[in-house]
């Protein structure tokens, strides 16, 4: 037991680390208003009905010459949050709406008409889905749980997650393969159609050059 312990422990540690490392830091310029140079986009995928935590820290204080939004949205048309003039940590937490790529959006513009001497602002960004958005200190304290059942259940979650993920794909890839089927029938039947029309077209002009020069007694 006194083992099991230890390697959930070790492995546990390994995630969060790599988690931690998955984390983004970019240094976001200041533009007019509109400027596309002031706009910064982060893309990820998420499943539908899923659990996402959006945890942006950003450096600076408000009234400092600049101005960063927040925008998240996914590729159909779904709204998850517009913070505005943001400035230390902010926490969004969404649940998906659809099978589809979502985009973190910052947009840094000047807030007046006086230059300020370094206009960046420094941008960490953590984007946690699914089993790893979820507060798992909170699960434990409301359930009653041991840490290695904590564990357990975070790592069945993950699994859990990892298998719906690889159905999704495999049924994606049934859907591309049959698509794939249906354009090459398609192709080979207006194929074959379209050398049945030039054989019958082949075909009429001879009969009616036949009777054409028949009719004028060239043969």
Same mark, same amino acid.
């Given at each position: 037991?006194?083992?099991?312990?230890?390697?959930?422990?070790?492995?546990?540690?390994?995630?969060?680390?790599?988690? !931690?490392?998955?984390?983004?830091?970019?240094?976001?310029?200041?533009?007019?208003?509109?400027? #596309?140079?002031?706009?910064? !986009?982060? =893309?990820? *995928?998420?499943?539908?009905?899923?659990?996402?935590?959006?945890?942006?820290?950003?450096?600076?204080?408000?009234?400092?010459?600049?101005?960063?939004?927040?925008?998240?949205?996914?590729?159909?048309?779904?709204?998850?949050?517009? #913070?505005?003039?943001?400035?230390?940590?902010?926490?969004?937490?969404?649940?998906?709406?659809?099978?589809?790529?979502?985009?973190? !959006?910052?947009?840094?513009?000047?807030?007046?008409?006086?230059?300020?001497?370094? #206009?960046?602002?420094?941008?960490?960004?953590?984007?946690?889905?699914?089993?790893?958005?979820?507060?798992?200190?909170?699960?434990?304290?409301?359930?009653?749980?041991?840490?290695?059942?904590?564990?357990?259940? =975070?790592?069945?979650?993950?699994?859990?997650?990892?298998?719906?993920?690889?159905?999704?794909?495999?049924?994606?890839?049934?859907?591309?393969?049959?698509?794939?089927?249906?354009?090459?029938?398609?192709?080979?039947?207006?194929? *074959?159609?379209?050398?049945?029309?030039?054989?019958?077209?082949?075909?009429?002009?001879?009969?009616?050059?036949?009777?054409?020069?028949?009719?004028?007694?060239?043969?």
């Amino acid at each position: 037991m006194a083992y099991l312990q230890s390697f959930l422990h070790t492995l546990c540690s390994l995630l969060l680390f790599l988690a !931690c490392g998955e984390a983004l830091k970019f240094d976001i310029e200041a533009a007019s208003r509109g400027d #596309p140079k002031g706009t910064r !986009c982060i =893309r990820n *995928f998420v499943a539908k009905d899923t659990l996402v935590v959006v945890t942006a820290t950003v450096d600076g204080y408000k009234g400092d010459g600049m101005v960063v939004n927040m925008h998240i949205k996914d590729a159909v048309g779904n709204e998850y949050g517009r #913070p505005k003039d943001v400035a230390g940590e902010q926490r969004m937490a969404f649940t998906s709406h659809a099978d589809a790529s979502f985009d973190v !959006c910052f947009e840094n513009h000047f807030s007046g008409s006086k230059g300020v001497g370094h #206009p960046f602002r420094h941008v960490e960004l953590d984007i946690d889905i699914g089993a790893d958005a979820k507060d798992w200190s909170a699960v434990q304290a409301t359930e009653k749980l041991k840490p290695v059942e904590t564990e357990l259940r =975070r790592i069945e979650e993950m699994v859990a997650e990892i298998v719906a993920e690889m159905d999704y794909l495999r049924t994606r890839e049934q859907k591309l393969r049959d698509t794939n089927e249906s354009t090459n029938t398609r192709v080979k039947w207006f194929a *074959f159609g379209t050398m049945g029309m030039l054989v019958a077209l082949g075909a009429w002009q001879v009969i009616y050059l036949r009777a054409y020069f028949r009719s004028k007694h060239l043969i």
